[in-house]
């Protein structure tokens, strides 16, 4: 299984941008990169995702290595809304059975 | 759209007893999973099912088994409960079209706390 090692937490002051770091060393060419949070009390929600391309949708961006060993999920400004924890996992296209695993996440606080 | 329902939303079990966690989704997803979150840490993948009729084991399948009933029905059964097996349980589904290319995103229950004495 492809891994991904993300810091264990980051802080943030409210309405400023926050760039989560994600790495996937041993990412795989039909691996897409998806980013998933937990809000406290709740069940994970997909954030964004992308395979080679930057991408933008109404929650973040998700900037995408050239290599695409790392990644790097984009709040443009961080809310008090945001506080969760955030996990950048791996899905492959191709693997069978998809056995998909999530990393530890990174806990992000926002300061008001 | 009710995505994925998942009950109980809340069960205390006594250590021995078994009982069997439900999911359902209605949006017509191949793959589904099953999920344990202990206080304070990540999510564990305990079991998933790519397809209908097949099973396979995640990182913590040890104490449990699971049914992909049908389609929309995939179950997660304790046969004897365990202090251990204290955790929020998660159930996801996400599609998967390997012809495609296509790998969509995790949609996940909201969950179920299981105490277990």
């Known amino acids: 299984d492809a891994k991904t090692t993300q810091p264990n937490s980051m802080e943030s002051n409210e309405e400023e941008p926050v760039h989560l770091p994600c790495n996937h060393s041993t990412i795989s060419g039909t691996d897409y990169i998806h980013w998933y949070r937990q809000l406290p009390s709740q069940g994970p929600e997909y954030v964004i995702h992308g395979l080679t391309s930057n991408v933008n949708n109404r929650m973040a961006s998700l900037a995408i290595a050239e290599d695409r060993k790392s990644s790097t999920l984009i709040l443009h400004r961080a809310t008090l809304r945001d506080a969760a924890v955030y996990y950048c996992?791996?899905?492959?296209?191709?693997?069978?059975?998809?056995?998909?695993?999530f990393g530890a996440g990174t806990i992000l606080r926002v300061k008001s | 759209n009710a995505g994925v329902t998942q009950t109980p939303k809340f069960q205390v079990l006594k250590t021995g007893q078994s009982m069997t966690l439900q999911c359902a989704q209605d949006m017509n997803h191949n793959s589904m999973y099953w999920y344990r979150q202990d206080p304070g840490m990540g999510l564990r993948l305990i079991y998933y099912s790519a397809s209908e009729g097949t099973t396979d084991k995640g990182e913590v399948p040890n104490g449990y088994n699971v049914s992909r009933l049908n389609k929309r029905e995939f179950s997660l059964r304790l046969e004897s409960a365990a202090p251990s097996q204290t955790s929020v349980y998660f159930c996801a589904s996400s599609f998967w079209d390997r012809a495609g290319l296509t790998n969509e995103k995790l949609f996940f229950g909201s969950g179920t706390q299981l105490s277990v004495l």
């Open positions: 996992m791996l899905h492959s296209a191709m693997e069978y059975g998809n056995k998909l695993v």
